[in-house]
């Protein structure tokens, strides 16, 4: 059974940075395109980022030129490199398969909250 972990959130300051990480473990991330979402309170949840198995990327226009996806096949892992931080990007981060999201058999995780504050 695949399971998605994501860490790395946290409190930073306005203009500060943190990277998130998604590890899976029973499933090999590297022929899957992987987004990551973030859900705000009161909002839906939304895709932020996303990157294809050969490594293509996009990005919502509110993270353009901050937020940087990657992913590490050797680690399993997607990250979320995400600089110049806003209020406005305190939210639930979550990562999840493209496709399952797509057709509604997604399952979520706990995420990881980013708080960007004062």
């Known amino acids: 059974q695949v399971q998605l972990v994501e860490s790395g959130g946290g409190l930073v300051q306005p203009g500060g940075s943190l990277r998130l990480s998604c590890v899976a473990s029973g499933r090999r991330l590297s022929i899957y395109d992987m987004g990551w979402y973030r859900q705000a309170p009161g909002k839906q949840r939304e895709l932020v980022a996303a990157i294809t198995s050969g490594g293509s990327t996009n990005y919502v226009d509110s993270v353009k030129g901050r937020f940087t996806i990657s992913r590490d096949n050797a680690k399993n892992t997607v990250y979320l490199q995400m600089n110049s931080l806003k209020p406005e990007d305190t939210a639930v981060y979550y990562c999840?398969?493209?496709?399952?999201?797509?057709?509604?058999?997604?399952?979520w995780g706990q995420g990881t909250l980013v708080t960007v504050s004062s």
């Open positions: 999840n398969f493209r496709t399952g999201v797509l057709i509604g058999t997604a399952v």
